[in-house]
């Protein structure tokens, strides 16, 4: 999962980034309204954090512009602005909901992942394919009950291949949800994550295949 930050003041952007990056997210941050633009034209992210108050463009005529464009992702205001006005205009305009600064990091990663699961249609955190069970809000993941300890990335990984469950993931789209711009890994390392996930699931059910030349699939074994 993968959510753009647009604030100019620093300190906000890095403090709302770090619960984000505890939850396994990946995370960019831009400055301006332009960068915004810029970064969404490049990039599909799963979740859009919009500070109102931007250096060069007031946030909620982005967001108007963004609707208008037919960009569908979730977006979550972030205002100082208390005045209620400034709050139904953002969420009129297509804003998903709002919070208020100063915020609680706690409450910010909660509300982007009721961003994130409404917008996949899901109603909670957890995500089964036979009996492999990974919860997102634990960051665990069991078979038949019994734990399996998964590295930051490996887990990221395999929370992407179980939300695709029954489609096929390019190593470009995996690359696109597991890494921010920052990062320096590209989709070579996709390979060597898939590797080693696919040996931590070895016995549980469930199979990683690649397809040649189009990407992985996650599966059940058949019984
Ligand atoms: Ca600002």
Redesign the pocket.
């Known amino acids: 999962m993968r959510i753009l930050i647009v ?3 620093r300190k ?1 952007a890095e403090a709302a980034a770090a619960p984000l990056h505890r939850d396994g997210f990946a995370v960019d941050i831009v400055e301006t309204g332009q960068a915004a633009d810029e970064a969404l034209a490049l990039q599909a992210f799963d979740l859009v954090i919009l ?5 060069d463009v007031d946030g909620t005529a982005l967001i108007v512009r963004w609707r208008a464009r037919g960009t569908a992702t979730p977006i979550l205001v972030l205002t ?1 602005r208390t005045a209620v006005e400034a709050r139904v205009s953002a969420l009129d305009r297509g804003a998903d909901d709002y919070l208020i600064k100063p915020f609680e990091a706690d409450e910010l990663a909660a509300r982007c992942r009721a961003l994130l699961r409404r917008a996949r249609g899901e109603a909670h955190d957890v995500l089964r394919a036979g009996a492999l069970v990974l919860d997102r809000v634990r960051k665990s993941v069991s078979v038949a009950g019994v734990g399996i300890e998964l590295p930051n990335r490996e887990f990221r990984l395999l929370d992407v291949l179980l939300t695709a469950q029954g489609r096929v993931l390019s190593k470009e789209e995996i690359a696109g949800k597991l890494y921010g711009f920052d990062d320096a890994a590209g989709p070579n390392a996709i390979e060597v994550y898939v590797a080693r996930l696919r040996k931590r699931l070895e016995g549980s059910g469930i199979t990683i295949r690649t397809l040649r030349g189009l990407g992985y699939t996650v599966q059940e074994d058949a019984s």
């Open positions: 604030e100019d003041a906000i500070d109102l108050g931007l250096p100082a």
